[in-house]
């Protein structure tokens, strides 16, 4: 009777151990993997038998950590005591995940290490949400500051505008005094255009969203699309049937979508091609997608161009934050796209590599 009750035990943590959302590898002492199960499996993209009898070095770490951190673990297990810490590791595809890692040796009555047991729980996505949160945070803050001192800006230069134009009217023509104050009126007219951009960066212009379809939208404009791409740049339009309505403002979206195009083709100086696409999509808790679960519809811009290099990734939506030679980029394109995205209550995220091209995706909620 014992015996039986034992052996359904057994049976249970065994399917315990097969059906939890943690991913499980068993080493023997050596290092060399004898189980793995199902979550593993589906972590890492490689199955049981692919893992079975290999290091776990299969697993590809992704190159962030040096040889001390294995050096270190190692050193930690070996010696009978549990490691816990953070891995970085590649899936069979390629792509990158991270874990929070336990790995605890077992021990024979006799004190020796016979296997290691790892357990990991699979963070990416707390991260990634971790990563957007921060990011969102600081351009907040940036948002406040650049408000501010735009708001400030244009009540100033309301007044310099308007005394300029006062004494222009009664200075003469041809005059070195009237070149002077045309010159003035000029240069204080662009600040003004740069002033109202930050205020639209800071969200601090008035919107009047309608519910609307923004494949309508993109059709309107598709015109001035094409005239902003090269010839050697092809333009493709997949717009999904049915997309459902979102709250928009037709100029402040169609600025979006131009300011995104204009990068996308700045980014292909040799041609290359440029696809916007919509469609619906439900977020959820597990989606790839670092944003608040909900439905939205999604517009997504993506390039073949040059891309974008990871350590500037994090900043190519601060203001003024450019890459391009003076004269050519203000660095005031992507903020505005993030402060309309944000006051249309969207989110938007870049995906980039050099070499591998960008792709932006505008994330609007569906419109009740
Ligand atoms: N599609 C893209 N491909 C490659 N790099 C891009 C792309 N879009 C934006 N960037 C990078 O982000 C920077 C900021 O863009 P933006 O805010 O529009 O300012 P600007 O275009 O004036 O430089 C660019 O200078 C460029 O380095
Ligand atoms: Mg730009």
Not at 68 to 79: C, G, I, M, P, Q
Not at 122 to 141: A, F, P, V, Y
Not at 332 to 345: A, F
Request: overall charge neutral; proline content about 4%.
């Amino acid at each position: 009777m014992k015996n039986r009750v034992c052996g359904d035990i057994e049976k249970l943590v065994l399917k315990a151990v097969e059906q939890t959302s943690e991913a499980i590898l068993i080493t023997d002492a050596a290092g060399t993997i004898i189980y793995a199960n199902q979550a593993m499996e589906e972590v890492s993209g490689y199955s049981a038998g692919e893992l079975v009898g290999k290091r776990p070095s299969v697993l590809k770490n992704a190159g962030s950590h040096g040889p001390d951190f294995y050096r270190e673990l190692w050193a930690t297990v070996k010696s009978g005591r549990k490691w816990h810490g953070r891995l970085l590791n590649r899936r069979k595809d390629g792509t990158l995940y991270a874990l929070d890692t336990d790995i605890t040796p077992v021990k024979d009555p006799g004190g020796e290490i016979t296997h290691f047991i790892s357990v990991r729980r699979d963070i990416t996505r707390e991260l990634q949400l971790e990563k957007q949160l921060i990011e969102s945070q600081k351009l907040e803050s940036l948002g406040l500051l650049a408000g501010q001192i735009a708001h400030d800006f244009n009540n100033m230069l309301t007044i310099i505008l308007g005394s300029v134009e006062l004494v222009l009217e009664d200075t003469k023509e041809g005059t070195i005094s009237h070149k002077l104050l045309a010159e003035t009126l000029k240069t204080a007219r662009q600040t003004a255009e740069l002033t109202k951009q930050l205020l639209v960066f800071a969200r601090r212009q008035e919107t009047r969203p309608k519910k609307s379809c923004a494949n309508d939208l993109i059709k309107d404009a598709e015109l001035i699309l094409k005239r902003l791409m090269a010839n050697n740049i092809d333009l493709r339009m997949e717009l999904q049937r049915d997309l459902w309505d979102a709250e928009l403002e037709a100029t402040q979206f169609r600025q979006v979508i131009m300011n995104l195009t204009i990068n996308a083709r700045d980014a292909m100086p040799d041609g290359g091609a440029m696809r916007l696409a919509t469609s619906n999509v439900a977020v959820g808790e597990d989606s790839p997608w670092p944003i608040p679960p909900g439905e939205y519809v999604l517009v997504e811009l993506k390039d073949t161009g040059t891309g974008i290099p990871q350590e500037i990734l994090d900043k190519v939506f601060d203001p003024f934050f450019t890459t391009k030679p003076k004269g050519k980029g203000t660095g005031l394109g992507l903020s505005i796209v993030y402060g309309i995205v944000k006051q249309h209550k969207g989110e938007v995220l870049v995906d980039s590599a050099p070499g591998k091209g960008t792709t932006f995706r505008l994330f609007f909620p569906r419109a009740k």
